[in-house]
């Protein structure tokens, strides 16, 4: 007599890698296939002979969508299938999910909250500090508020080595982005809106409007702080996404890289500077 079984009917799954087992009962030779949609699921061994264990093998889920494969054991002319389910990635509604990652919608702005709109620039920061400063309009140029107070070089070298965690401020559960991921983010449609004054980033940015995202991941660009005044408010924008730096071999600071844009492009960039504690830039998070 023919027999075949196995020792569950679906495999739940959370939104990352992993693997799961499936045991299988069989009397005779059998073989498994995996629906060919599935390209995310891949299972070992395809065949055997009686008992054995099924390993199915799934890919990270980039999309907020719940996806399912199936897995089907066919013995003589008997045959079980096993759904895979796994679950999509859960996006706040601060955040917009974009190749996998969750970014939030607005800049950072006081120390630990998020600007209340996607369009209001936020806050600057210098590196390892936590006061947030405020672009203010002084009449003949912008400035920022509280008034700069410049550190001596030497304190800021001994203290600006890395970003410490109780000074970042990304509010709690965010983080700076990495380098791969400001890399992914500069690889999707982007379209530069004149009227937003900043980039539209997602596979409707064309048709993006400060007053529709369509979805999309909106980055502005407020300009930075440097030396006195705020530089390239409109034209280019800094963005910290590293969290250490060292001094090159000048003896001067060398930022880590940062995220330009500009209306005409957005960019990675490792910033030289002599004055780095004249510089003050903007912050975008991403979930943890």
Not at 89 to 107: F, H, Q, R, T, Y
Not at 156 to 176: D, K, Q, Y
Not at 266 to 275: L, N, P, R
Request: some cysteine; hydrophobic content about 35%; aromatic content about 12%.
């Amino acid at each position: 007599t023919v027999s075949l079984s196995t020792d569950k009917d679906a495999v739940t799954a959370n939104k990352d890698a992993g693997t799961y087992q499936i045991d299988i009962t069989s009397s005779v030779r059998w073989t498994a296939t995996v629906d060919a949609a599935s390209a995310w699921c891949t299972i070992s061994p395809t065949s055997g002979n009686g008992n054995a264990t099924v390993t199915v093998t799934i890919e990270a889920n980039p999309t907020d969508m719940e996806r399912t494969a199936t897995v089907t054991i066919h013995a003589d002319t008997l045959q079980k299938a096993v759904a895979i389910i796994q679950d999509g990635i859960v996006v706040p509604e601060n955040g917009v999910l974009i190749d996998g990652v969750i970014w939030a919608n607005s800049n950072v702005d006081a120390f630990g909250t998020f600007a209340y709109h996607p369009l209001v620039s936020g806050r600057l920061y210098q590196f390892n500090d936590a006061v947030a400063y405020s672009i203010v309009d002084a009449g003949l140029k912008w400035v920022v508020s509280p008034e700069w107070h410049v550190p001596s070089k030497e304190d800021f070298i001994v203290a600006s080595t890395t970003w410490l965690p109780e000074n970042s401020p990304c509010p709690e559960g965010w983080r700076f982005p990495t380098r791969s991921e400001i890399e992914k983010l500069l690889q999707v449609e982007s379209k530069y809106n004149a009227g937003a004054d900043g980039w539209f980033f997602g596979s409707n940015s064309e048709s993006a409007t400060a007053v529709d995202f369509k979805g999309c991941l909106f980055i502005p660009i407020p300009g930075y702080y440097f030396n006195g005044s705020v530089s390239s408010k409109g034209s280019r924008s800094y963005y910290y996404f590293s969290t250490t730096r060292e001094i090159g071999e000048t003896g001067n600071w060398e930022e880590n890289y940062l995220l330009v844009i500009t209306p005409n492009e957005e960019s990675i960039t490792w910033v030289y500077s002599s004055y780095p504690n004249l510089t003050n830039y903007s912050i975008r998070c991403v979930k943890e």
